[in-house]
């Protein structure tokens, strides 16, 4: 493996745990998700086309771990949301008060969104995909990432009260 | 000239081209009213934007010391390393509705799987109960039956396999029980050729075991990509 692409991978662990949080919605899930998506990348660095950006490339490879993980896993338990953990809120006591409310109620608005529409969010907003590379991860043509985008950008600012 | 969302959108999010990002400023320029909707856009965006920072950050120490021994390995071996056999980066992509993980996730989980994986290859026929065998001829990929014994049959995906049969992954659960098969079509019979039971356990444990059986499976047998939905309707309907 090319130490080049290590490194990047090395860079790119905060925005693989974000996403995996965003999809799995569970700290120890979202850590199981990112080691996956680590060595299943480790394995595959040879088919990484360099003139890519690495983002999308690695998004999808967790995307399908959380298929694999959660098409095997039927079985009703209890779910530890992270949004009630303490340790998963972010640790921002220089920042305002008001700013870190505001974090919160886009977060909990997050939470209330349809899956689809938060994942795709998640990807543009978030993490900065264009529309193209949105629709290369979630594997669905650009028209659909624009509609589905769009509407949940609508609903997200209802549930904000931005008008 | 009325600016519909979608176009606003893009604006916002900078994926229009110059000339048309410019053409539409101006059209912006002179319409309050789409200024209104622009700001929806642009201001949901900057307040998800925040949320990039907010991430709790535990160590990755442990990560990164294995991304940088994988690079090492190949540094000095100047090979690929030994006990890193390359796999597709992109593992079978669902062809249909029911791989999408939300459909899971709706019915989730948190108690995990243990499996124990066998395989069926020749031998004797596996002898599936009819209801099994009727969800095979006709439940598309997606949906989900009742067995009438108390147990859900869900149709995962159809493959071929490099000889040209007619493969199908599906789930039969009952109560915390799960097992996931592969039956292939003989003439007029189904076999099934790979089967892993999941047995609820308590605490998360990965079911990387089983994936990598399923998944070997597949790779020993040539099986490509899910068929799509119509060359799946296509091949049952032969």
């Given at each position: 493996?090319d ?10 662990l905060?925005n ?5 949080l ?19 990348a480790i394995r ?10 690495l983002?999308p ?7 399908n771990?959380f ?27 220089d ?20 899956p ?8 543009i ?6 529309y ?24 997200l ?7 | ?24 400023s ?23 934007k ?5 991430a ?8 990164i ?5 994988a690079s ?9 390393a030994?006990?890193a056999?390359p796999?597709?980066?992109t ?37 599936l ?7 095979l ?37 009952q ?18 050729q790979?089967?892993?039971?999941m047995?609820?356990?308590?605490g998360?444990?990965?079911a ?20 799509t939905?119509e060359d ?7």
């Amino acid at each position: 493996m090319d130490p080049a692409f290590g490194e990047a991978l090395i860079r790119l662990l905060p925005n693989l745990r974000r996403y995996a949080l965003s999809l799995a919605r569970r700290a120890d899930l979202a850590d199981d998700l990112v080691q996956t998506t680590v060595e299943r990348a480790i394995r595959a660095a040879g088919s990484y086309d360099p003139a890519a950006r690495l983002e999308p490339w690695l998004f999808r490879i967790t995307r399908n771990a959380f298929i694999d993980l959660t098409r095997r896993q039927r079985t009703e338990g209890v779910q530890v949301d992270v949004f009630d953990m303490p340790e998963a809120l972010p640790d921002d006591g220089d920042r305002a008060v008001e700013a870190r409310l505001m974090l919160q109620a886009t977060q909990q608005a997050m939470k209330t969104l349809p899956p689809e529409q938060a994942e795709i969010l998640h990807l543009i907003c978030i993490e900065e995909l264009s529309y193209a590379e949105a629709a290369e991860v979630l594997d669905i043509p650009k028209g659909t990432v624009m509609s589905r985008l769009s509407r949940a950008r609508l609903a997200l600012a209802e549930r904000l009260g931005i008008k | 000239m009325q600016i519909d969302d979608e176009t606003l959108m893009a604006l916002a999010d900078g994926e229009l081209d110059q000339a048309e990002a410019a053409r539409v400023s101006a059209a912006v320029a002179r319409d309050p009213e789409a200024q209104a909707r622009l700001r929806l856009f642009t201001e949901t965006r900057a307040r998800l934007k925040i949320l990039a920072s907010a991430a709790p950050a535990p160590s990755d120490k442990d990560l990164i010391a294995r991304i940088r021994a994988a690079s090492s390995a190949v540094q000095a071996s100047g090979t690929v390393a030994p006990t890193a056999p390359p796999l597709s980066a992109t593992p079978p992509v669902p062809a249909n509705a029911n791989r999408a993980p939300w459909a899971a996730l709706a019915a989730a989980v948190t108690a995990a799987v243990v499996g124990l994986a066998w395989w069926q290859m020749g031998g004797t026929p596996a002898g599936l109960p009819e209801a099994e065998v009727a969800a095979l001829d006709s439940l598309p990929s997606g949906q989900v039956t009742e067995l009438g014994d108390g147990r859900d049959l869900t149709m995962i995906a159809s493959y071929r396999t490099a000889e040209g049969a007619f493969c199908r992954e599906y789930e039969t659960a009952q109560d915390a029980g799960l097992t996931v098969s592969v039956a292939c079509r003989q003439g007029d019979t189904w076999q099934r050729q790979f089967a892993s039971d999941m047995t609820a356990t308590d605490g998360y444990v990965p079911a990387s075991g089983d994936i990598a059986a399923l998944d070997d499976w597949l790779a020993e047998t040539g099986a490509g990509d899910p068929l799509t939905p119509e060359d799946e309707a296509a091949a049952l309907a032969d």
